[in-house]
């Protein structure tokens, strides 16, 4: 069979079987059973979510002689940055046989929406940066300050929200009753803009109780 041959037979079948609408179905159907599960999306909305029909795609495995026919549609958000003002986050692909009938399929989320919001990892590299490394010692004074530093980002990139919260507090109130002059100028620089980032993300988009919320709001180092 020739390529041209191939190709006729190819779009035939896609449209023999409405492949398209077929994966836009299934793919409705995932995010509906879905519905409940917060995490699922990673954080976006499903009425952020654009799905776009991107390609047919023909695999063959050559070791069992098998065919399969994939349908992919892209997971995109709105952003005036990217082409088309589209920002890529993730995926669904369909696989099918030659007769239409399903094979397997995969629902992919390629991007955390937080993490994608607050860019969390330039941040901390930055800071870090700026940490002196005999902070890292457990018998150093500012060992604690760190460790509430650290916990924080680990917290907010495993979508603890409350617990980020709960050492944002903690992290001020090492500073409050600490002498500052003792830190390193830079790191200590870094930090408090580190912490007033997070700490205004956190309440800006409700990610914590109302208690908690109100007393981040309340502190005045929050603002």
């Not at 997971?75 to 369909?94: A, R």
């Not at 390629?110 to 919001?117: A, F, S």
């Not at 860019?119 to 902070?135: A, C, D, R, T, V």
């Not at 919260?165 to 790191?187: S, V």
């Amino acid at each position: 069979m020739t390529d041209q041959e191939l190709d006729i037979l190819l779009t035939e079948r896609v449209k023999t079987f409405d492949l398209k609408k077929t994966a836009f179905d299934t793919l409705d159907k995932i995010m509906s059973d879905n519905s409940d599960d917060k995490d699922f999306l990673c954080g976006f909305e499903q009425n952020e979510i654009k799905p776009v029909f991107e390609r047919f795609e023909y695999h063959i495995d050559r070791r069992d002689g098998g065919s399969i026919m994939r349908t992919r549609i892209g997971l995109y958000i709105e952003n005036q940055n990217w082409l088309d003002n589209l920002e890529p986050i993730g995926y669904y692909e369909l696989e099918t046989n030659l007769d239409g009938e399903f094979v397997d399929d995969w629902f992919v989320i390629e991007k955390e929406k937080y993490l994608k919001d607050i860019g969390i990892i330039s941040h901390f590299q930055s800071m870090n940066q700026k940490l002196p490394i005999e902070y890292l010692k457990r018998n150093h004074m500012q060992y604690e300050f760190i460790t509430y530093v650290s916990l924080i980002g680990t917290l907010f990139m495993s979508r603890q929200f409350e617990g980020a919260g709960r050492f944002i507090q903690r992290a001020y109130t090492y500073l409050e009753t600490t002498d500052n002059a003792k830190l390193d100028k830079e790191y200590l620089k870094e930090s408090k803009k580190f912490l007033k980032m997070m700490s205004n993300y956190l309440v800006t988009n409700n990610l914590m109780t109302a208690t908690l919320k109100q007393e981040l709001t309340e502190n005045k180092n929050c603002g």
